[in-house]
């Protein structure tokens, strides 16, 4: 059955970028730490044209088990094109993920722009849904048969689909350092949402903990 | 060796309580989950002078283990008295731990006013600092002997700890949990902190995660 999964990456003390982020440090001071245990991942390296990496630790496990129990990705306009200037300007950008973009799956892009869909390399399809993050999961749903949805951020889209209760599992990525500041996860919900421990898994680096959030369906 | 440690529960999302505070709901809208996993703990409630709780989990084991290490704690004045109103009206304030406090050793407690030491049943003693949390954590060591000073809280004399360099070991209770709004751990440090992961332990409900503070000593 598909599931729709939230996966992100935080500082031990809930941040998903350090303060003063600019365009040339955009994760922020010392936001760059958050992602680490990715940027020497062997899986993630080779998904992204990169050699090199770590392939056995557990950090790289979680990377394996993710794409594998994947099917489709639904992801904002600010993470498809790499911020607004691209997508305003470029009449038909691609986004900042290449010709062979590491998805090698069809992924909705929330956006209030219509176009046509974008077929690039390597399986990886942009389909792009203006009717909001209850239609972009209902079409990455079909897309996926079996498989999970898996909505890989921004952060924005992912606290959209927490709180209006349309996701089934949650996992954060907790990475080895205190920003101390910045940007928030899932900044100002109106409400506490309860979660259900499903499982931790512990990386030479990341930490990564998996909740089930209940109830909605 | 005597280490200083800090040890904290936060909701996955990094608050250490909730938005909305009041008198009756000191850790705000939703924060009573955050200690959830202590409330049910039999040794978190053998403690505390209670009975009950599930005895054989992680969670409990976490706070066996802390217990077993700890030679003297130190902590912040509210801590210690409850909040500002009690301090300052009652000539001589036993606090909010009652006769009996559950700590059975010697607690340091951070406070601008000079009092004698308080000396209560079952050994734990009282004693009160006005030199700062260096002066604070000096005593501490002395007591500790052998054993392992820890940091109890609240929040803000844990984030002076760890600021001011003086913590060798931070341990994160991470509450299953979103509060989306409210009091941050360790707000607003002037430079991310980098750390290095010791440990996880995943109990049935928080996860306990361990990192070394290199660097300082």
């Not at 003063?20 to 020497?40: D, I, K, N, V």
């Not at 080779?46 to 639904?74: F, K």
């Not at 209760?165 to 949402?193: N, Q, W």
């Amino acid at each position: 059955m598909t599931r729709v999964r939230v996966e992100i990456t935080m500082s031990l003390d809930g941040y998903v970028a350090g303060p003063a982020a600019t365009l040339e440090a955009p994760l922020g001071a010392g936001g760059e730490q958050l992602h680490e245990w990715l940027f020497r991942n062997a899986s993630w390296r080779a998904r992204h044209g990169l050699g090199g990496g770590d392939g056995t630790d557990a950090d790289n496990g979680i990377v394996d088990a993710s794409v594998e129990a994947t099917g489709a990705y639904v992801m904002g306009r600010k993470m498809f094109s790499g911020g607004e200037g691209p997508w305003e300007s470029d009449p038909n950008p691609r986004g900042w993920w290449g010709d062979d973009p590491p998805f090698h799956l069809p992924v909705f892009v929330l956006t209030h722009h219509e176009r046509e869909p974008l077929a690039l390399q390597g399986g990886t399809t942009f389909t792009f849904v203006t009717g909001g993050i209850e239609a972009a999961l209902e079409q990455a749903r079909s897309a996926a048969a079996d498989r999970d949805v898996l909505i890989a951020g921004g952060a924005d889209v992912a606290r959209q689909a927490v709180a209006a209760g349309l996701v089934d599992e949650l996992t954060v990525h907790v990475a080895p350092v205190l920003l101390g500041d910045g940007v928030r996860l899932f900044d100002s919900f109106d409400a506490p949402i309860e979660l259900s421990p499903v499982d931790v898994a512990n990386g030479p680096i990341a930490a990564h903990l998996t909740y089930r959030i209940g109830g909605h369906r």
